[in-house]
C-alpha cells in the first residue's frame, strides 16, 4: 500500500472513533485531549505527505507539519492525565502541561531554518537538525514518555473489573504514542529525522485506533481509577531511566567537540557512572522515601492508599507462623509504610505493673521496661493519641528515651485498656513531618495489630488452661481410683468389727489388702508413664471367675451374683475396674443396703449386667450428661466413674446399655466382643 494509502485508513479511522467519542461521551477532557491527538497526527502525516511529495516546497509545508507536531504531545499528555481517572491535576501535572504548550509556542515563533535544513532533500530524505530543533524533539519525546507512564499508571492502579475493560484502549494508545517515541529518538542518535519512515508512520495511528474501538465497543466503560502509590513509585523509576538514556545522548551531542578517539572512552565512563549512581539512588530507603513523600504530596490527595494497606497488613500478619513471627512482621510493616528504621513491641505484664519490651526489629534504643505509672503511658491510657516524643516530652521525662532515636510511640489500646505499644525510631527523611494521616493509619493499623497480638495471647492462655483442664482430668481419675479402693478398705474395716476373729476373713482380708496394695502399685505405676498410652493386655478369661475376683474386693452380703460360665477375651484389670465401679455405684444408689444383682451370661455376645434398687436416674439425665466427665448425681461424687467404664468397655469394641427410673433403680449391661 502506499503512503497516501495509509494516510487515508489512519485519518478515516480516526474521524470515525473521534465521532463516535463525542456522540458517547460529549466533551470530556480526555476525548478533547484524544481528538486534538489525532488531528495534530493527521495534518502532520498530511503535510508531511506533500513535502515529500513536492520537495521544492519543503519549507511551507514543514512549517505547518511542524507546527501541527508540536501539538502531538499536548493532545496526548492532556488525554493521558484525564483517561479514566478521578484524581485532581497536581502541580506536577500542570507543569508538564505547561511545557507541552511551550511547544506550539516555539513552532510558531522560531525559524524553520533554525529548526533544520535538508541540503538535497530530493533525493536523500533526510532533515539535519539544529539547535532549536534538536532540543525542541528531545522535549517532545520526553512529553510523549511521560505521557506513556501516565497510561501505564491508569492501566495498572485500575480494579480487575476496570483493567479488563481499559486495557486494550490503553495498549492501543500505546502503540501510537510508542512509535512517535521510536520514531522521534533517531533524532538522539542521528541529530537527524529520517523522513523516509513517515509511511510506517502513518500506518501506526490504524492499528492503535482499531485497538482503542475493541475495547471501547466490546468491553464497554471503566468507572474512575485512583492512582496506585507503589504503581506510581515503579513508573516514576521507568521514567528516570528514561530520562538517564536521553541524558546519555546529550552527553554524546557534548562530546562531538572532543576528539573520535577520547569520545568513545569518555561517554562508556559517563554511562557506567550514571548507571551505578542510579543504582546508588534507588537501592537507598532514604532516597525511595524521600520520592514517595514527593509523589504523595503533589499527586495524591490522600497519602495512603487505605485500601492497600490494610489488605497487605492483613495478608502479612495472617501468614505469621506464631507470636515471634506475627510480632516482627508487624513491626517490619509499620517501619516499611512509615519510613523507620528500627521499631519495639512492648506488651503490658499486669503483674509486675509493668510495659516490657517483647520484640524488636532492627534496632530499638527505648528502655527494656517502662513504669505503667509514667506520665506517658498515663496519657496513652487516657487516649488513643500517637505520641511525638520531641512535642510531648520535650523536658525528657521518659529519661530513657530522652537519650536514645525514638520518635514516636503507637498505643495499643482497646476502649478501656492500654495494652501495649509500638515504638518507631530513626527516621529514614528525618525531614519529614508525621500529619493525621499517618496518625490515623497508624491508630488502624494499630487496633488491628492488636487484635493479632491478643488472639495469640488467648490462644496461649487457652492452651495452658487445657493443660490445667487435663491435669485435674488426671487428677479426678487418680482420685476416682483412690476413692474406690478406700471403699473396699472402709467395707474390709466395717466388717472386721464383727468377723475380726473369723480366720476364713483374716484370710479374705489379707487378699483385700493385697489386692489393694497392688492396685495403689499399678496406679503410681501408671501415673509414672503418664505420657505412654496404655495399650489393653488381652487374655482369654472366664468372666464369671473375673466377676467373682472383682467382687471380692468389696466383700458386700448385699451383693448377689448369679450366671454361667462365659469366655472371652478382654483385658481382665480393666473389666475388673468396670464391675468394680458398676458394683460400688450400686451400693451408693441403695445406701450400701442392696439388694446388688450381677448377671453374668451370653446372647447375642456375653455380657456383665449390674442391677441395683436404688433412686435411679430421670431420662434428662442419662440423655444429656450421663457417662460425661464431672457429671454426677452423688452429692460427695466426682462423675469420672461411669465415663472411665465406658472408655474402657469401648477401647475393647462394646458398648454399655442403661435401663433406670427414678425412685425404681437403674440397670447397666456391659456388652463384649
Given at each position: 500500500?502506499?503512503?497516501?494509502?495509509?494516510?487515508?485508513?489512519?485519518?478515516?479511522?480516526?474521524?470515525?472513533?473521534?465521532?463516535?467519542?463525542?456522540?458517547?461521551?460529549?466533551?470530556?477532557?480526555?476525548?478533547?485531549?484524544?481528538?486534538?491527538?489525532?488531528?495534530?497526527?493527521?495534518?502532520?502525516?498530511?503535510?508531511?505527505?506533500?513535502?515529500?511529495?513536492?520537495?521544492?516546497?519543503?519549507?511551507?509545508?514543514?512549517?505547518?507539519?511542524?507546527?501541527?507536531?508540536?501539538?502531538?504531545?499536548?493532545?496526548?499528555?492532556f488525554y493521558s492525565q484525564r483517561f479514566s481517572r478521578t484524581n485532581g491535576m497536581s502541580r506536577i501535572q500542570w507543569l508538564f502541561l505547561?511545557?507541552?504548550?511551550?511547544?506550539?509556542?516555539?513552532?510558531?515563533?522560531?525559524?524553520?531554518?533554525?529548526?533544520?535544513?535538508?541540503?538535497?532533500?530530493?533525493?536523500?530524505?533526510?532533515?539535519?537538525?539544529?539547535?532549536?530543533?534538536?532540543?525542541?524533539?528531545?522535549?517532545?519525546?520526553?512529553?510523549?514518555?511521560?505521557?506513556?507512564?501516565?497510561?501505564?499508571?491508569?492501566?495498572?492502579?485500575?480494579?480487575?473489573?476496570?483493567?479488563?475493560?481499559?486495557k486494550y484502549e490503553v495498549i492501543g494508545a500505546g502503540v501510537i504514542i510508542g512509535f512517535f517515541i521510536v520514531y522521534y529518538s533517531q533524532s538522539l542518535l542521528y541529530r537527524s529525522i529520517d523522513m523516509g519512515l513517515a509511511p510506517t508512520r502513518a500506518a501506526m495511528p490504524a492499528v492503535g485506533i482499531v485497538l482503542m474501538a475493541f475495547s471501547r465497543l466490546r468491553r464497554g466503560d471503566a468507572g474512575g481509577v485512583r492512582l496506585s502509590p507503589d504503581m506510581a513509585y515503579r513508573s516514576v523509576v521507568i521514567f528516570v531511566v528514561g530520562l538517564y538514556f536521553i541524558g546519555i545522548a546529550l552527553v554524546g551531542e557534548g562530546l562531538k567537540y572532543f576528539g573520535e578517539s577520547a569520545q568513545r572512552s569518555v561517554l562508556t565512563v559517563v554511562a557506567f557512572a550514571g548507571?551505578?549512581?542510579?543504582?546508588?539512588?534507588?537501592?537507598?530507603?532514604?532516597?525511595?522515601?524521600?520520592?514517595?513523600?514527593?509523589?504523595?504530596?503533589?499527586?495524591?490527595?490522600?497519602?495512603?492508599?487505605?485500601?492497600?494497606?490494610?489488605?497487605?497488613?492483613?495478608?502479612?500478619?495472617?501468614?505469621?507462623?506464631?507470636?515471634?513471627?506475627?510480632?516482627?512482621?508487624?513491626?517490619?510493616?509499620?517501619?516499611?509504610?512509615?519510613?523507620?528504621?528500627?521499631?519495639?513491641?512492648?506488651?503490658?505484664?499486669?503483674?509486675?505493673?509493668?510495659?516490657?519490651?517483647?520484640?524488636?526489629?532492627?534496632?530499638?534504643?527505648?528502655?527494656?521496661?517502662?513504669?505503667?505509672?509514667?506520665?506517658?503511658?498515663?496519657?496513652?491510657?487516657?487516649?488513643?493519641?500517637?505520641?511525638?516524643?520531641?512535642?510531648?516530652?520535650?523536658?525528657?521525662?521518659?529519661?530513657?528515651a530522652s537519650t536514645s532515636r525514638c520518635f514516636y510511640l503507637v498505643p495499643l489500646r482497646t476502649e478501656t485498656q492500654l495494652e501495649g505499644m509500638i515504638s518507631l525510631e530513626g527516621a529514614l527523611n528525618p525531614s519529614e513531618k508525621l500529619t493525621y494521616e499517618d496518625y490515623d493509619l497508624m491508630k488502624a493499623l494499630g487496633r488491628q495489630a492488636l487484635a493479632a497480638l491478643m488472639n495469640v495471647r488467648l490462644s496461649q492462655e487457652l492452651s495452658a488452661a487445657r493443660e490445667m483442664e487435663l491435669m485435674g482430668r488426671v487428677s479426678a481419675f487418680v482420685l476416682h481410683d483412690l476413692k474406690n479402693l478406700v471403699s473396699n478398705l472402709g467395707l474390709v474395716v466395717d466388717n472386721a468389727r464383727d468377723y475380726i476373729d473369723d480366720p476364713e476373713f483374716q484370710q479374705d482380708m489379707m487378699e483385700t489388702l493385697q489386692g489393694t496394695v497392688d492396685k495403689m502399685k499399678g496406679l503410681i505405676q501408671r501415673l509414672r508413664n503418664l505420657q505412654e498410652k496404655r495399650d489393653l493386655q488381652r487374655d482369654s478369661v472366664e468372666l464369671r471367675e473375673l466377676v467373682d475376683e472383682a467382687l471380692g474386693q468389696v466383700s458386700h452380703p448385699a451383693v448377689e451374683i448369679s450366671g454361667a460360665e462365659v469366655e472371652t477375651e478382654v483385658d481382665a484389670e480393666e473389666i475388673r475396674k468396670v464391675v468394680l465401679n458398676l458394683v460400688l455405684n450400686a451400693l451408693d444408689a441403695t445406701g450400701n443396703k442392696g439388694p446388688v444383682q450381677v448377671e453374668v451370661g451370653r446372647t447375642a455376645s456375653p455380657f456383665i449386667r449390674v442391677s441395683d434398687e436404688g433412686e435411679g436416674m430421670s431420662e434428662a439425665f442419662m440423655r444429656s450428661r450421663l457417662f460425661r466427665p464431672f457429671e454426677t448425681t452423688k452429692k460427695k461424687g466426682f462423675g469420672i466413674g461411669l465415663y472411665q467404664c465406658r472408655q474402657i468397655v469401648e477401647a475393647h469394641g462394646g458398648r454399655i446399655e442403661v435401663e433406670s427410673e427414678e425412685g425404681r433403680g437403674s440397670t447397666f449391661t456391659v456388652w463384649l466382643p
Open positions: 500500500m502506499t503512503h497516501l494509502s495509509f494516510i487515508i485508513i489512519s485519518v478515516s479511522l480516526a474521524a470515525l472513533y473521534g465521532a463516535f467519542l463525542l456522540f458517547r461521551k460529549g466533551a470530556a477532557l480526555w476525548v478533547v485531549g484524544l481528538l486534538l491527538a489525532f488531528v495534530a497526527a493527521g495534518c502532520l502525516e498530511a503535510f508531511d505527505y506533500l513535502s515529500l511529495l513536492r520537495p521544492e516546497k519543503l519549507y511551507l509545508y514543514k512549517k505547518w507539519a511542524l507546527i501541527a507536531e508540536s501539538f502531538l504531545p499536548l493532545g496526548w499528555l505547561l511545557i507541552a504548550v511551550m511547544l506550539p509556542v516555539a513552532a510558531v515563533t522560531i525559524p524553520l531554518e533554525q529548526f533544520f535544513y535538508s541540503p538535497d532533500f530530493g533525493e536523500e530524505k533526510l532533515l539535519f537538525l539544529g539547535n532549536p530543533g534538536y532540543f525542541f524533539y528531545i522535549t517532545l519525546m520526553a512529553v510523549l514518555i511521560v505521557s506513556l507512564v501516565n497510561l501505564e499508571i491508569t492501566l495498572m492502579s485500575a480494579q480487575r473489573a476496570d483493567r479488563w475493560k481499559i548507571f551505578a549512581l542510579l543504582m546508588a539512588i534507588f537501592l537507598s530507603d532514604r532516597v525511595k522515601r524521600r520520592i514517595k513523600v514527593t509523589l504523595h504530596k503533589h499527586f495524591y490527595r490522600s497519602k495512603y492508599d487505605y485500601r492497600q494497606q490494610w489488605l497487605e497488613f492483613t495478608s502479612r500478619i495472617g501468614a505469621a507462623r506464631d507470636g515471634d513471627d506475627l510480632s516482627h512482621k508487624i513491626l517490619s510493616f509499620f517501619c516499611e509504610v512509615f519510613g523507620f528504621q528500627g521499631a519495639g513491641l512492648y506488651l503490658e505484664d499486669r503483674e509486675r505493673g509493668r510495659y516490657v519490651q517483647t520484640a524488636r526489629y532492627e534496632r530499638c534504643s527505648l528502655a527494656a521496661e517502662i513504669d505503667s505509672k509514667h506520665p506517658l503511658m498515663e496519657k496513652m491510657r487516657a487516649r488513643e493519641w500517637i505520641v511525638d516524643l520531641e512535642e510531648d516530652d520535650p523536658a525528657g521525662i521518659l529519661s530513657e
